[in-house]
């Protein structure tokens, strides 16, 4: 008991220092999941949350009933398999790049292209993408009329949001994952690159045999923490970046901009909370399942 207690007396700075991060996690993250029992109620202000009549599974009949359940339920998934595939093999590649190239005017360029978009809001980059698709000033059909070719109506064909979303998506996200993966890189210890540069070990054989094994865990992690929100859309990406266009909706459309769509035409708040409870039970599986795999694999790598 004694040196229970001395351990904590010792270990009082460590635990006053995440207080506060505990803090906001409980606020935050813990006690709002009292409000999961809106998901099984058919919510009456006049009467209070807690006494409204209570509908079961009802609420949950809006997703998997509709005609468009597939189609968001596709969209959701695979643009999140996409986006983690080339967020990954993008955000690996730059910070590879600029742990070897040691130049201010590499700095400047990864600080002002690929790291400053995470830092604005999604409603700029969805009017700097409009910049670039509109119809009648965008960059892009200006560009296209300059050297001849017809211009595209961006907005109403969908063929290429795919494309463009999955490219915002990363122009947006990739230099977080960058910082990461440099981070985890710039912590390698340099005798190893010395010693495989005596063998001759060519600049390709360095990175694919030194950098990025050792950096496996670190990429693991970022990708168990993306499948764990793989049942969730970025709402300003798929929303906004489309500037809501209905001739685009078989495209852009997902499970998160689908409740918002139902919550402002039928204000069912029961629905969106059914659909947020749905995607969280989902994810969570999910990254249970992707840990499990990681454990058996690579138990060393595994979260838990």
Known sequence: MRSKRKSIIKNLPVYLMILPGFIYLLINNYIPMAGLIIAFKDVNFAKGILKSDWVGFKNFEYLFKTPDAFRITRNTLLYNLAFIAVNL??????????????????????????????????????????????????????????????????????????????????????????????????????????????????????????????????????VLLSVGRIFYSDFGLFYQVPMNSGALLNTTNTIDTYVYRGLITLGDIGMASAAGFYQSIVGFFLILAANALTRRYSSENALF
């Not at 009017?127 to 050297?147: E, H, R």
């Not at 996200?173 to 993966?181: A, D, E, I």
Request: charged share 10%; net charge positive.
């Open 89 to 222: 093999i993008i955000g690996v590649m730059f910070a590879v790049l600029l742990s070897e190239i040691h130049s201010k005017k590499a700095v400047k360029f990864y600080q002002t292209v690929v790291l400053l978009p995470y830092m604005i809001s999604m409603v700029i980059v969805s009017y700097l993408t409009y910049a670039f698709l509109s119809s009648n000033t965008g960059l892009i059909n200006g560009f296209l009329k300059t050297v001849g070719l017809p211009e595209v109506s961006w907005y109403t064909e969908q063929a290429y949001w795919p494309f463009i979303l999955i490219f915002v998506n990363c122009w947006k996200y990739v230099g977080y994952g960058t910082v990461v993966y440099l981070a985890s890189i710039l912590g390698i210890d340099r005798t190893l690159y010395e010693a495989a540069a005596v063998d001759g070990i060519t600049k390709m054989q360095e990175i694919f045999k030194i950098t990025i094994p050792l950096i496996k865990p670190t990429i693991i992690t970022m």
